[in-house]
């Protein structure tokens, strides 16, 4: 495999037309309730747009340079190879464990700034040097410094497999992988394609239904998650329909107004991100506008939303065989009680209710996501 070191770089001439763009927005009207349920409040949006212009450090390539940044050309069985960065973090610890870590829409790389130093090196970090990994953190195809597919085919399964791709060529010929939201999908889709490689998984988002066998004998918490998935089915879904049957159509305002892009990317933060009211109290503004602008600068509006487009309702559902952990956010879009987990993950070896946190774990709340990481890992290392 040819891999190849990556230094990402924004220039000054990109951050002047974005800071240009937002000074010349027209605004639409404001909204005519006092709430989110029409969607992102205009005092709000203007609000993190003026600080976008004015007050963000827009040294977003030197943060992701503080970690050590590769691409190499994978093809994941198809006829298309891509071009695919990743983050690649080795421990110092020598007997440290593989493991991938995938990210969703709309996130990215910027998610596990803070849960790189203590996986890798948890000795530094107050933690047991035997629970350090080697983390690799690809960016999907189409996100951020990956290449846009310029073919169909770049769905979940040769996303999977081009991650096996990669984990071998670097070397890891048995490793561990943890994603959510579609990192989750392509996570449980490699145990499934390659569960020969996989020591274990782990996923914060699962994509299981509810045991029908039980709707007559439901707890409070299953109740619960029942109640929030039909929420989101009723208010919480129209973003997912777009991008999944017209991506591209939904790509031309979202690449060309950066208020566009992020109030589409911010709102979601809103909506799955657990909170106080407002997304500030779960993410920084700092930390929301590094992922929005890295939609931005990369220009990857459109191509991220074609994943919906190639796998959305389509992820393969058949069982998974390989000891997994499952770690529910209070926060999260879905969260399925551990007996309908059993009927899929059939060696279920963790699942943990969490106090706090949502869609965007890693970022939300690290420490508790490398403390689960950590716990399920030395079942299976």
């Not at 909204?31 to 212009?53: H, I, K, N, R």
């Not at 107050?126 to 350090?132: I, L, R």
């Not at 991506?247 to 109030?263: F, R």
């Amino acid at each position: 495999m040819d891999i190849t070191p990556f230094a990402p770089t924004i220039d000054s001439a990109a951050i002047e037309d974005l800071r240009r763009r937002l000074s010349a927005t027209r605004w639409a009207t404001q909204e005519t309730v006092d709430d989110w349920s029409q969607g992102m409040p205009l005092a709000y949006l203007q609000d993190l747009c003026a600080y976008w212009a004015n007050d963000y450090d827009f040294g977003l390539a030197e943060r992701v340079r503080r970690f050590p940044n590769f691409r190499t050309t994978l093809a994941g069985g198809g006829s298309e190879p891509l071009e695919i960065h990743f983050l690649h973090a080795r421990s110092p610890e020598p007997d440290a464990f593989p493991l991938v870590l995938t990210h969703g829409w709309p996130g990215s790389v910027v998610e596990f700034f803070d849960v790189l130093g203590p996986l890798t090196d948890p000795a530094a970090h107050g933690g047991d040097p035997s629970d350090a990994f080697h983390v690799v953190a690809p960016s999907l195809p189409g996100y951020g410094w990956s290449a846009k597919p310029t073919r169909p085919g770049w769905g979940v399964s040769r996303i999977a497999d081009a991650w096996d791709e990669l984990m071998l060529g670097l070397g890891y010929v048995r490793y561990g992988a943890q994603g959510g939201d579609w990192g989750s999908m392509i996570t449980t889709t490699l145990a499934q394609a390659h569960p020969e490689h996989l020591a274990g998984i782990h996923v914060n988002m699962v994509n299981v239904g509810p045991d029908r066998t039980t709707l007559d004998d439901l707890t409070a918490d299953e109740q619960r998650a029942l109640a929030a998935m039909e929420e989101h089915r009723r208010t919480g879904i129209g973003y997912s329909t777009q991008q999944s049957s017209r991506p591209q159509t939904l790509g031309y305002g979202l690449n060309d107004s950066p208020v566009g892009q992020a109030a589409w990317i911010a709102e979601k933060f809103w909506a799955w991100c657990d909170h106080n009211g407002t997304p500030d109290s779960a993410l920084s503004r700092e930390q929301m506008l590094d992922d929005i602008s890295l939609y931005w600068f990369t220009q990857t509006a459109t191509s991220s939303a074609r994943l919906y487009w190639e796998s959305f309702g389509d992820a393969p559902k058949a069982n998974i065989t390989v000891p997994s952990g499952i770690s529910n956010f209070p926060g999260e879009i879905w969260r399925p009680s551990r007996r309908w987990a059993e009927r899929r993950f059939t060696d279920l070896r963790w699942y943990e209710d969490l106090p706090r946190g949502g869609h965007f774990a890693a970022w939300e709340q690290p420490e508790l996501f490398v403390d689960q990481i950590r716990g399920f890992f030395r079942l299976v290392r």
